[in-house]
Antibody, heavy 116, light 111 residues
Framework: QVQLVESGGGLVKPGGSLRLSCAAS????????MSWIRQAPGKGLEWVSY????????YYADSVKGRFTISRDNAKNSLYLQMNSLRAEDTAVYYC?????????WGQGTLVTVSS | NFMLTQPHSVSESPGKTVTISCTRS????????VQWYQQRPGSSPTTVIY?????PSGVPDRFSGSIDSSSNSASLTISGLKTEDEADYYC??????????FGGGTKLTVL
């Protein structure tokens, strides 16, 4: 079945870096756009970044532009999010999701905590 | 950029019908599709409505979506409420300059 599994979350100090990964299975990964979406504790959903199927088109939310970098490796069926200059307000569960005009499916999420 | 505004919470009794609204701040609600996601506690979101009023397979027909251009809003209606419908619901849309905007979410309590 279609599955997305995130990894790479953890505790990091303000100003630090972290790289999230999302492993895809059950579908032809290279055919699909992908996005990262985050959810701060007890808060709503916030779209973070998008990448086209080939990786040629990328968008970022203003809140992460210049600090986060999305990428993908279609040979490895994997999506990545490199997060630099992390701030306390980046603390959230980060989900990867397949973008088919809607986000479907979503992974189980990986928690990123930015704290000293 | 535009925003999507939802009520923070709604509550209704089992068996009743509830409607959750999602109002677009600028631009026409009809210009871009609206999706609705359900997020049960401790789980990832799942789609209950896409393209304004389409239900994914497996979503019961108790869930329906609509848009109203006069109020520039979208609505999610759940009829025959069940306790399992208790969850947070998020609307989502987009436009050419604002990719992928989510509403703030509505907590549905079925009591």
């Amino acid at each position: 079945q279609v599955q997305l599994v995130e990894s790479g979350g953890g505790l990091v100090k303000p100003g630090g870096s972290l790289r999230l990964s999302c492993a895809a299975s059950g579908f032809t990964f290279s055919d699909y756009y992908m996005s990262w979406i985050r959810q701060a504790p007890g808060k709503g959903l916030e779209w973070v970044s998008y990448i086209s199927s080939s990786g040629s088109t990328i968008y970022y939310a203003d809140s992460v532009k210049g600090r986060f970098t999305i990428s993908r490796d279609n040979a490895k069926n994997s999506l990545y999010l490199q997060m630099n200059s992390l701030r306390a307000e980046d603390t959230a569960v980060y989900y990867c999701a397949r973008d088919v005009g809607r986000f479907d499916p979503w992974g189980q999420g990986t928690l990123v905590t930015v704290s000293s | 950029n535009f925003m999507l505004t939802q009520p923070h919470s709604v509550s209704e009794s089992p068996g009743k019908t509830v409607t959750i609204s999602c109002t677009r701040s600028s631009g026409s609600i009809a210009s871009n599709y609206v999706q609705w996601y359900q997020q049960r506690p401790g789980s990832s979101p799942t789609t209950v409505i896409y393209e304004d009023n389409q239900r994914p397979s497996g979503v019961p027909d108790r869930f329906s979506g609509s848009i109203d251009s006069s109020s520039n809003s979208a609505s999610l209606t759940i009829s025959g409420l069940k306790t399992e419908d208790e969850a947070d619901y998020y609307c989502q849309s987009y436009d050419s300059s604002t990719p992928w905007v989510f509403g703030g979410g509505t907590k549905l309590t079925v009591l």
